[in-house]
């Protein structure tokens, strides 16, 4: 649900309840973009769990909707431009034509509000590489604007970024970076006529540069702020400042910068954790940010620009005392002696006996950090004495891109491998054994959970992969799956089916493997990892797996990648939780809860 309030101390007033937004409560809030001036909102609404937006305008002075209704978008925010705002979509399938086979074309749009969809300007296409995606963003002041291209389609993981600029009369976009490669350029600030922008080109942990826009050849550029040993995972300008963060070990550390690159403080955080916001305008006093760890639930902070002094502005009332529990972080060697991160807590007082009902925890890809986190659910499982571990694998942006690219493509193998170790360790210090192991991912970490039960069946008792992509060979045939071969390589490339067919869950499935309980969790309108990887790969395990273990798929309705709504998403966790504690013989404690006879047979 979207509040607002007037001021620091205004009283919250609801703008938005999503849960009303459809009568079986599947339609969501998936995008919420103000208007420079405060005016409008572009509202982005979801239905049954889908990628794809529909966007309405909202007249934020009366909460009523505008006529306006924007179909087809996909992979696009909103980034207004006077009265209206640039948006990125699909053109509209042919009559009887599946969704799923039009992620093709991505076009930029210009949208006035209060007009019809079919009056807007078309910015920017190109029909000649169809799999590319295209998203257009303005500076604060409205003057640039900026074009961000990206080809991942083609195995390549950065962008290429171009620009014009309004005062000139015209709309033709000039390059800052001309071709899409391997690096990645994002676009920061624009300072005395200076573009500030982020890059890993040349800086695996990243760096900030500043580019003449008139003058973009890289014997010009000039850098703000140096790579450091650590990774740069944010970088916002707010108030004349630059806030940039860093992961150190998996944990945020904040700073401020002035324009030029002079550090001038480090943001205190309350402990180790998860940083997140800092955003704002050029003339803002103060920042927000959001502060959140494993048993810290996530706290929004003003942080005061002039004194470097934060205060809470907003914390969330949780029934649970974090000081009854531990929080661990360890180290441990992986095949090749890497070593890896991973968080371990568990409840005050429980034994490494090896009888420790655990989840462990990976995804391991796609240069995303698996940081500490709170999850109201995770203290109901950690309640009941069960241990929760959360594995940094390689695959991620937890040590930057070198530590991203040594889990991907040609090296996946060093992802499953550190997971497997991740499982070994846990038994060889007793916090559990495999009797009492269960392993959970989703997405990615779907194929994660899927890969390592083929080759280490007798690693767990339990096994969890939600959402996954299970065939390797296959995956770029289906919607957007595409954009994963700058990932994973593509089945068409020689080289690459050798190695994705070695490791392709659906494709590695062995008769006569004891494989642990497995529950496959899928959802009927998942159109980013299609349902079908997860039906082959039941209807696979079910056909050539004959040990007493069960092996069951559970299938969403009304529900996509993720939970379509907070009902679906409990009974979904609730489901696993079950699964788990059923198939190691364990029995839940209800202490003080009480329960109503359902009405309804299971």
Same mark, same amino acid.
């Given at each position: 649900?979207?509040?607002?309030?007037?001021?620091? +101390?205004?009283?919250?007033?609801?703008?938005?309840?999503?849960?009303?937004?459809?009568?079986?409560?599947?339609?969501?809030?998936?995008?919420?973009?103000?208007?420079?001036?405060?005016?409008?909102?572009?509202?982005?609404?979801?239905?049954?769990?889908?990628?794809?937006?529909?966007?309405?305008?909202?007249?934020?002075?009366?909460?009523?909707?505008?006529?306006?209704?924007?179909?087809?978008?996909?992979?696009?925010?909103?980034?207004?431009?006077?009265?209206?705002?640039?948006?990125?979509?699909?053109?509209?399938?042919?009559?009887?034509?599946?969704?799923?086979?039009? +992620?093709?074309?991505?076009?930029?749009?210009?949208?006035?509000?209060?007009?019809?969809?079919?009056?807007?300007?078309?910015?920017?296409?190109?029909?000649?590489?169809?799999?590319?995606?295209?998203?257009?963003?303005?500076?604060?002041?409205?003057?640039?604007?900026?074009?961000?291209?990206?080809?991942?389609?083609?195995?390549?993981?950065?962008?290429?970024?171009?620009?014009?600029?309004?005062?000139?009369?015209?709309?033709?976009?000039?390059?800052?970076?001309?071709?899409?490669?391997?690096?990645?350029?994002?676009?920061?600030?624009?300072?005395?006529?200076?573009?500030?922008?982020?890059?890993?080109?040349?800086?695996?942990?990243?760096?900030?540069?500043?580019?003449?826009?008139?003058?973009?050849?890289?014997?010009?550029?000039?850098?703000?702020?140096?790579?450091?040993?650590?990774?740069?995972?944010?970088?916002?300008?707010?108030?004349?400042?630059?806030?940039?963060?860093?992961?150190?070990?998996?944990?945020?550390?904040?700073?401020?910068?002035?324009?030029?690159?002079?550090?001038?403080?480090?943001?205190?955080?309350?402990?180790?954790?998860?940083?997140?916001?800092?955003?704002?305008?050029?003339?803002?006093?103060?920042?927000?940010?959001?502060?959140?760890?494993?048993?810290?639930?996530?706290?929004?902070?003003?942080?005061?620009?002039?004194?470097?002094?934060?205060?809470?502005?907003?914390?969330?009332?949780?029934?649970?005392?974090?000081?009854?529990?531990?929080?661990?972080?360890?180290?441990?060697?992986?095949?090749?002696?890497?070593?890896?991160?991973?968080?371990?807590?568990?409840?005050?007082?429980?034994?490494?006996?090896?009888?420790?009902?655990?989840?462990?925890?990976?995804?391991?890809?796609?240069?995303?950090?698996?940081?500490?986190?709170?999850?109201?659910?995770?203290?109901?499982?950690?309640?009941?004495?069960?241990?929760?571990?959360?594995?940094?694998?390689?695959?991620?942006?937890?040590?930057?891109?070198?530590?991203?690219?040594?889990?991907?493509?040609?090296?996946?193998?060093?992802?499953?491998?550190?997971?497997?170790?991740?499982?070994?360790?846990?038994?060889?210090?007793?916090?559990?054994?495999?009797?009492?192991?269960?392993?959970?991912?989703?997405?990615?970490?779907?194929?994660?959970?899927?890969?390592?039960?083929?080759?280490?069946?007798?690693?767990?008792?339990?096994?969890?992969?939600?959402?996954?992509?299970?065939?390797?060979?296959?995956?770029?045939?289906?919607?957007?799956?595409?954009?994963?071969?700058?990932?994973?390589?593509?089945?068409?490339?020689?080289?690459?089916?050798?190695?994705?067919?070695?490791?392709?869950?659906?494709?590695?499935?062995?008769?006569?493997?004891?494989?642990?309980?497995?529950?496959?969790?899928?959802?009927?309108?998942?159109?980013?990892?299609?349902?079908?990887?997860?039906?082959?790969?039941?209807?696979?395990?079910?056909?050539?797996?004959?040990?007493?273990?069960?092996?069951?798929?559970?299938?969403?309705?009304?529900?996509?990648?993720?939970?379509?709504?907070?009902?679906?998403?409990?009974?979904?966790?609730?489901?696993?939780?079950?699964?788990?504690?059923?198939?190691?013989?364990?029995?839940?404690?209800?202490?003080?809860?009480?329960?109503?006879?359902?009405?309804?047979?299971?």
């Amino acid at each position: 649900m979207l509040y607002r309030q007037k001021g620091l +101390n205004g009283a919250p007033e609801l703008v938005l309840d999503p849960n009303k937004f459809s009568a079986d409560g599947t339609s969501g809030l998936g995008a919420f973009v103000l208007s420079k001036d405060g005016k409008y909102g572009v509202i982005g609404k979801t239905k049954g769990g889908s990628d794809w937006r529909t966007f309405f305008v909202m007249d934020m002075t009366t909460l009523k909707y505008l006529p306006d209704s924007l179909v087809w978008v996909k992979v696009s925010g909103a980034s207004w431009k006077g009265n209206g705002f640039y948006y990125s979509r699909y053109p509209m399938p042919e009559k009887g034509t599946e969704l799923s086979t039009k +992620n093709e074309n991505h076009q930029v749009y210009y949208h006035k509000v209060g007009t019809s969809q079919t009056q807007d300007e078309l910015v920017y296409e190109d029909a000649a590489n169809p799999q590319r995606f295209h998203g257009v963003f303005t500076s604060e002041d409205e003057r640039f604007v900026f074009l961000n291209i990206s080809d991942r389609g083609k195995g390549k993981d950065g962008n290429a970024l171009w620009y014009f600029d309004t005062k000139d009369g015209d709309k033709k976009f000039r390059p800052i970076i001309k071709e899409v490669g391997e690096f990645n350029y994002g676009f920061i600030d624009e300072v005395d006529g200076r573009f500030l922008i982020s890059t890993n080109d040349g800086a695996l942990n990243r760096k900030i540069i500043s580019v003449d826009p008139k003058n973009t050849d890289p014997a010009n550029w000039k850098t703000v702020i140096a790579e450091k040993p650590e990774n740069m995972s944010s970088v916002t300008s707010s108030g004349g400042k630059l806030f940039v963060t860093y992961l150190k070990d998996v944990t945020s550390r904040a700073y401020v910068y002035d324009h030029n690159g002079k550090l001038e403080g480090e943001v205190k955080l309350p402990a180790l954790g998860s940083v997140g916001g800092f955003g704002g305008n050029h003339d803002d006093k103060f920042v927000f940010y959001t502060f959140t760890s494993i048993t810290f639930p996530p706290t929004i902070y003003r942080y005061d620009i002039a004194t470097g002094k934060s205060s809470i502005f907003r914390k969330p009332e949780v029934k649970f005392n974090p000081e009854e529990y531990v929080t661990e972080q360890v180290f441990y060697p992986s095949k090749d002696g890497t070593k890896v991160p991973m968080f371990i807590v568990y409840k005050k007082g429980t034994q490494k006996n090896a009888k420790n009902p655990t989840i462990l925890y990976g995804y391991g890809g796609f240069n995303i950090s698996s940081t500490p986190s709170f999850s109201p659910t995770r203290i109901a499982w950690l309640e009941q004495g069960g241990v929760y571990c959360i594995a940094n694998l390689r695959g991620g942006s937890e040590y930057g891109e070198k530590w991203h690219e040594a889990g991907m493509r040609l090296k996946k193998q060093n992802v499953f491998d550190d997971f497997i170790s991740a499982g070994e360790y846990l038994i060889s210090e007793k916090y559990t054994s495999k009797d009492y192991l269960a392993l959970q991912g989703g997405s990615n970490g779907g194929l994660l959970v899927g890969t390592v039960i083929n080759q280490r069946p007798d690693l767990c008792k339990v096994a969890i992969p939600q959402v996954g992509v299970m065939d390797m060979l296959r995956f770029h045939k289906f919607t957007i799956g595409w954009n994963w071969i700058a990932e994973y390589g593509s089945s068409d490339n020689a080289s690459d089916f050798k190695n994705l067919y070695a490791y392709s869950p659906i494709h590695n499935i062995k008769e006569g493997s004891n494989y642990p309980a497995t529950l496959i969790t899928t959802a009927d309108h998942d159109d980013r990892v299609v349902p079908a990887h997860s039906f082959k790969y039941a209807a696979t395990l079910q056909e050539k797996y004959k040990g007493s273990n069960p092996a069951l798929i559970r299938i969403d309705v009304n529900s996509g990648h993720g939970a379509s709504n907070l009902r679906k998403g409990l009974e979904t966790t609730a489901d696993i939780y079950s699964f788990i504690f059923y198939n190691m013989k364990l029995t839940p404690k209800f202490e003080g809860v009480k329960f109503q006879e359902a009405k309804k047979p299971f």
